[in-house]
């Protein structure tokens, strides 16, 4: 799909895109949109960097709106009775009972209630197994009630869920990510890490963030080795973003995609089902409502605030979740709707919240979902 199919397409959803770039909020939109099994869009649009167009192939870095993959795989884990969703951490980690995190279990860790959430990992300098013991040795915030108090962990126990799908499939995380989801998935050009060699041969399609600083768009490193070649659980995983589009279908599809059975559909209503309600996120600064490692859909708490939202015209059980200043994706089960896209400029949390609902709505006034 070319800029010009979009426009015709989706002409308001062009619009959000060309706004920004004439604001310099961005260069470049990668996007995937399906309804009811059919492909609306599928591309990219602008530049990735100066000379680099942004396409369908280019592969970009989803920060936190990869989170949900290692949050399936986990799940996986649970089908499989190799864990229950209230064992405690310790359990696998026996080493993570310090600082009165001996509680923690592992569905405090899917509704952020665990408490743990500012630790210095270290990454991407420090090795996995540093950054483990980092967290292993870190205490559980003063005054906060595990289970109870609420707060979005950026990164930290998400290390913690890598560390215990890692140990559960006797694999690293990214083996076990590839092994357990991204293969059986179809997900070919997913990645939580690139070894040397892979990055060698993709360098040329990663996608490039830019940062907004006095007025301007300023290029950050996020596409170099040192940050490709590590894994973080929360915020790494990197592909064209079709194929977290991909993702949410197989969701949408009640665990099943392209005959190959991922989830049950009683794991993905579990996922997806609002866990935590109605309570103030210490993180966002706004109540958030939280499945199994998904925001649900919390626009009750406030249609112009609430962070990271899928807009006015989804429904109450939309799923997903954002990455920082940048991509989302997000499954509306009762319109059948898939929605995933990359913008590759980050303009600040208050742009982009503006960004991010003007584009939610206008795909759904582009495909008469109003």
Not at 285 to 297: Q, S, Y
Request: charged share 20%.
């Amino acid at each position: 799909m070319n800029e010009l199919e979009l426009a015709e397409r989706l002409p308001a959803t062009f619009g959000v895109f060309r706004e920004g770039v004439d604001r310099q909020l961005h260069t470049g939109l990668q996007i995937y949109v399906s309804l009811q099994g059919e492909i609306m869009a599928d591309g990219g649009f602008g530049l990735s960097a100066p000379g680099q167009p942004m396409t369908s192939e280019t592969i970009n870095l989803w920060l936190s709106a990869g989170k949900p993959l290692t949050v399936v795989a986990i799940l996986q884990q649970w089908e499989q009775g190799r864990l229950r969703l209230d064992d405690p951490v310790v359990k696998f980690i026996p080493e993570f009972a310090g600082g009165g995190k001996d509680g923690i279990t592992i569905r405090h860790i899917l509704t952020h209630t665990c408490g743990f959430r500012n630790v210095e990992t270290g990454w991407p300098e420090a090795s996995w197994d540093d950054i483990i013991r980092r967290i292993c040795d870190s205490s559980v915030e003063p005054d906060w009630v595990v289970g109870q108090t609420a707060g979005y962990h950026t990164a930290s126990s998400w290390f913690i869920l890598g560390e215990i799908l890692s140990r559960l499939m006797g694999l690293s995380y990214s083996d076990a990510m590839h092994k357990g989801l991204f293969e059986p998935l179809g997900l070919r050009q997913t990645f939580t890490s690139l070894t040397p060699t892979q990055y060698a041969e993709y360098e040329s399609r990663l996608g490039k963030i830019y940062t907004r600083e006095g007025g301007g768009l300023q290029l950050l490193d996020w596409h170099e080795p040192a940050r490709c070649e590590k894994p973080s659980p929360g915020a790494n995983a990197r592909g064209p973003i079709r194929e977290l589009g991909y993702f949410y279908e197989m969701l949408l599809n009640e665990g099943q995609y392209k005959g190959r059975q991922i989830l049950t559909p009683q794991t993905v209503a579990a996922m997806t089902a609002r866990h935590r309600v109605g309570e103030f996120d210490l993180t966002l600064a706004h109540k958030v409502d939280f499945g199994l490692g998904v925001i649900v859909n919390s626009i009750r708490y406030g249609a112009e605030t609430v962070p990271y939202g899928y807009g006015p015209f989804c429904s109450l059980r939309t799923f997903g979740h954002g990455g920082a200043q940048s991509s989302q994706g997000w499954c509306d089960p009762e319109r059948g709707l898939v929605v995933a896209y990359f913008f590759n400029g980050r303009p600040g949390e208050g742009q982009h919240g503006r960004r991010l609902r003007k584009l939610n709505e206008a795909i759904c006034a582009d495909l008469q979902l109003t």
